[in-house]
């Protein structure tokens, strides 16, 4: 910063003018370890500081397209007579702008795993993708109709042969176009014993996969979903929960109706992420899914879903890229303390994210 004294006033200039003569006439002097000198500037602006309030003004240069300007210190008190405000509001302005820039550049997707570009077959593939599971729903929702009243007579709370046309609907739609390997299928719990199933959610494609494993959890959906016509009428009669996620109210029915159905014999699954995750890295888990657990004495089941991402990105739900899904379903924990089951399964399925890349 550029600063000149004068009897009861002080000059600040920009650039070289005819002010240099001035400047030149005084030593450099030490603020707060660093060195301020003098040196000539452009367009003074005048201000009634004493000597000592003057050395409180510094003036650092900054380029912004090839012009310098002057910063001054927002700590010192700009209450004085004569004070400039356009000065003062001028860097103000300055600062703030400096900060939104931070924050913008925090805030970009560089850190975003690469997606494929997305071509004309990606969105060939999407469209036959939806088209085909259109078509299956149609029938297989008919036949879901049908068998309904037997369902609600005989199995009310499982509803395996609900669960077992959803089966059929997600493995013919997905097969021809994505191929799932699976890993540790032997640590799935028999079908008729409850437990608490998790994964970690990256793509509207999880839950297809995730149907291809043949147990008869429940899911957790947005009641908005429930409106679609067909699935959403499929997932009301397979016992899907509700959950209005901004209505706590709601959220506590879902987790009473949760463990309801834990101790007559069904079994549940969360995203306990929330969410999916929109640059592949694994978010915080919420705590409910755990808390159940802890409370009916069930077994939590992690699971790693791997590639979903990528194949259907998030927002980018009109496309389907090539590629191979894996699951990974890893050995129950079962405890009775909601804080380790959920580390410990969050641990799991960051394990298993990291040893893929």
Not at 117 to 124: A, D, G, H, L, P
């Amino acid at each position: 910063m550029e600063v000149t004294f004068q009897p009861s006033h002080a000059v600040l200039y920009h650039r070289q003018s005819r002010f240099a003569s001035t400047s030149s006439l005084l030593p450099p002097f030490t603020y707060k370890g660093l060195s301020i000198r003098c040196s000539p500037c452009r367009w003074p602006i005048w201000a009634n500081l004493s000597k000592s309030a003057c050395r409180s003004v510094l003036c650092i240069q900054r380029k912004h397209g090839g012009i310098s300007r002057c910063n001054i210190d927002a700590k010192e008190d700009f209450g004085r007579p004569n004070y400039d405000i356009r000065l003062h509001t001028h860097h103000r302005l300055s600062r703030y702008a400096v900060g939104r820039s931070g924050l913008t550049e925090a805030g970009t997707t560089s850190a975003d795993y690469p997606l494929p570009e997305v071509n004309t077959v990606s969105k060939f593939r999407g469209i036959g993708f939806y088209a085909i599971t259109a078509f299956n729903a149609i029938y297989l929702f008919v036949l879901m109709l049908v068998a309904h009243p037997f369902v609600l007579l005989l199995d009310q709370y499982k509803r395996k042969a609900h669960m077992f046309i959803a089966k059929v609907w997600a493995t013919v739609t997905v097969t021809p176009f994505v191929k799932i390997k699976f890993e540790g299928l032997e640590n799935l719990p028999p079908p008729d014993a409850p437990a608490v199933y998790v994964s970690n959610h990256q793509s509207f494609l999880d839950i297809y996969v995730l149907l291809t494993i043949g147990r008869p959890f429940k899911f957790i959906s947005k009641t908005s979903i429930f409106l679609y016509p067909i699935v959403g009428w499929a997932m009301f009669l397979m016992g899907v929960i509700p959950l209005k996620r901004m209505d706590s109210k709601s959220q506590l029915e879902c987790l009473k109706r949760c463990i309801d159905l834990i101790k007559k014999g069904a079994s549940v699954f969360f995203f306990p992420e929330g969410t999916r995750s929109k640059d592949g890295k694994l978010g915080s888990f919420k705590k409910g899914a755990f808390s159940i657990a802890a409370k009916t004495k069930v077994p939590v089941v992690p699971i790693t879903l791997i590639g979903t991402g990528k194949i259907m990105p998030p927002g980018r739900e009109a496309i389907l890229n090539t590629g191979s899904v894996k699951v990974v379903i890893h050995k129950p924990i079962q405890g009775n303390d909601t804080e380790v089951l959920c580390s410990e399964s969050r641990n799991i399925i960051a394990d298993a994210l990291n040893r893929q890349g």
